[in-house]
């Protein structure tokens, strides 16, 4: 029998991973790695590729819930068939999910089905909410994260773009565009 390694994630920095990694080390895992990563691609999930080319054939990941691993059904069926032709299975904790089985797979399956239907569904209302606030007059998009003022009383003072963008927190490019001359940006 193979080594069991947890995967915890959470998709805010704001979000805690304590309780899915006190699972995880319930359920047996010798090794967790965590990260604070959007869910709805694998993209740019570095402790999830470092964890799939860790493992070897007769190990098992296991995570607490599917839509932990993936949010998508095109992203949760690459990663178990990379998972399976590793021969390296995939558990939850929270759901009847073992790729060791055809009816955990399917399982999988039908789950990645409703996650990927659950977001669609998010994303739409939101969309149906941002549209009705804007036809009210209430919705005026997010605060502006520049303050041009501050950018130009800098440059007044003799500071560079670098600097002003440092300074602020903010990108160059950003502090350009505040610097460009009406109608020019």
Do not use: W
């Not at 003072?157 to 350009?176: D, F, T």
């Amino acid at each position: 029998m193979g080594q069991l390694f947890g995967y915890a994630r959470v998709s805010t920095t704001d979000q805690d991973l304590t309780i899915q990694e006190a699972a995880l080390r319930d359920a047996g895992c010798s090794i967790i790695r965590s990260e604070k990563k959007s869910g709805t691609t694998t993209e740019g999930r570095s402790e999830l590729q470092t964890l799939i080319e860790f493992a070897r054939e007769g190990d098992t990941i296991i995570v607490t819930r599917v839509d932990r691993l993936a949010r998508s059904i095109a992203d949760l069926a690459t990663l178990v068939r990379t998972l399976e032709s590793k021969g390296i299975a995939l558990r939850a904790t929270e759901q009847p999910i073992d790729t060791g089985t055809a009816a955990g797979r399917a399982f999988l399956q039908m789950l990645g089905v409703f996650a990927e239907f659950e977001t669609a569904i998010r994303k739409e209302r939101q969309l149906e909410g941002i549209a009705k606030a804007k036809h009210a007059g209430v919705y005026k998009g997010r605060r502006a994260s520049i303050d041009p003022v501050k950018v130009q009383e800098l440059r007044n003072q003799g500071v560079g773009p670098s600097e002003i963008a440092k300074r602020l927190g903010i990108g160059r490019a950003s502090v350009y565009r505040v610097l460009a001359p009406a109608g020019t940006a």
